[in-house]
């Protein structure tokens, strides 16, 4: 049976978190463990003032939320480091999916190692789910960006393992770019010329898109391919600003040891910026 883990906290996004951890429970037929972390770095008397904050709390939610009804869950408050904690539990429960509510504050010191949802994705271990918005429905459209990689072919085939597009509009998003086309305009070349070149280099995009498709099994109508140019961030958060989707997937970038801190740049930018719409960021294989 799949397993979910939710980690959550009293901020409103991570409320929105709780509840879409219960429907998608609910949806794929998934045990949910509630996870609360109370940070082990303040005082002793504080730390047991948030314990039994965040104890109330999720039995609380756990007892009033219509999502959860008929759903097999149970709750834990751990002490300890947020991030260690939250890997710790996926891992005794061999989790499927960790869904997390993006925090509410932006610090200082976030701007230098993340924010706890980024550092959770950096562990490579489990996908997550970073909810942004109200749960009350199912996603009903879905951006898939990707960049014909095996990491972007992982993410895809994850979502539909979770039977996120089961009910779904998804389209795979492909950014491309046509580097000389500024050379070209800069250089005063022929229109017909810059057109013809602009051209070939959508055409290619097209024919690696549909080679991709075909590769991974995507390649019939539920899948719909869409290519757009220019830089990969900057197509995403165009197409998320303009048509407004329930869901972006994203894979994260294979990470040696030595620069294991880092995810992809444009999956760093997507749960930075996009605060609109939820993400599912999934690392690579192990």
């Given at each position: 049976m799949p397993h979910i883990v939710a980690a959550i906290d009293p901020s409103s996004r991570s409320r929105h978190a709780l509840?879409?951890?219960?429907?998608?429970?609910?949806?794929?037929?998934?045990?949910?463990?509630?996870?609360?972390?109370?940070?082990?770095?303040?005082?002793?008397d504080i730390v047991e003032s948030a314990r039994h904050e965040a104890d109330h709390f999720l039995n609380e939610q756990m007892a009033s939320?219509?999502?959860?009804?008929?759903?097999?869950?149970?709750?834990?408050?751990?002490?300890?480091?947020?991030?260690?904690?939250?890997?710790?539990v996926a891992e005794d429960v061999a989790c499927d999916l960790i869904v997390m509510g993006a925090g509410s504050e932006?610090?200082?010191?976030?701007?230098?190692?993340?924010?706890?949802?980024?550092?959770v994705i950096r562990s490579g271990a489990f996908p997550v789910l970073m909810v942004n918005t109200e749960a009350d429905k199912p996603y009903a459209r879905i951006v898939a960006a990707v960049d014909l990689s095996p990491a972007s072919a992982r993410a895809?085939?994850?979502?539909?393992?979770?039977?996120?597009?089961?009910?779904?509009?998804?389209?795979?998003?492909?950014?491309?770019?046509?580097?000389?086309?500024?050379?070209?305009?800069?250089?005063?070349?022929?229109?017909?010329?810059?057109d013809a070149y602009v051209r070939n280099v959508r055409e290619r995009a097209a024919a690696e898109l549909s080679a991709f498709r075909a590769e991974h099994g995507l390649d019939d109508e539920a899948w719909r391919p869409r290519r757009e140019e220019g830089g990969a961030f900057a197509v995403l958060a165009r197409v998320a600003s303009k048509e407004q989707p329930d869901l972006v997937v994203i894979g994260t970038l294979g990470r040696s040891a030595l620069v294991r801190a880092l995810l992809g740049s444009v999956a760093e930018e997507a749960l930075r910026r996009l605060d609109e719409v939820d993400i599912l960021a999934v690392p690579p294989a192990r």
């Open positions: 509840r879409r951890a219960g429907l998608l429970a609910t949806e794929i037929g998934a045990d949910l463990t509630f996870i609360s972390v109370v940070d082990d770095g303040q005082a002793q939320l219509a999502e959860l009804r008929g759903v097999s869950c149970h709750a834990m408050t751990v002490v300890g480091n947020p991030v260690d904690a939250i890997v710790k932006r610090t200082l010191r976030d701007a230098f190692v993340g924010t706890t949802v980024e550092r895809v085939k994850t979502a539909q393992a979770l039977h996120l597009t089961d009910r779904a509009d998804v389209s795979l998003l492909h950014a491309f770019d046509a580097p000389n086309e500024e050379k070209m305009n800069l250089a005063d070349a022929p229109k017909i010329e810059i």
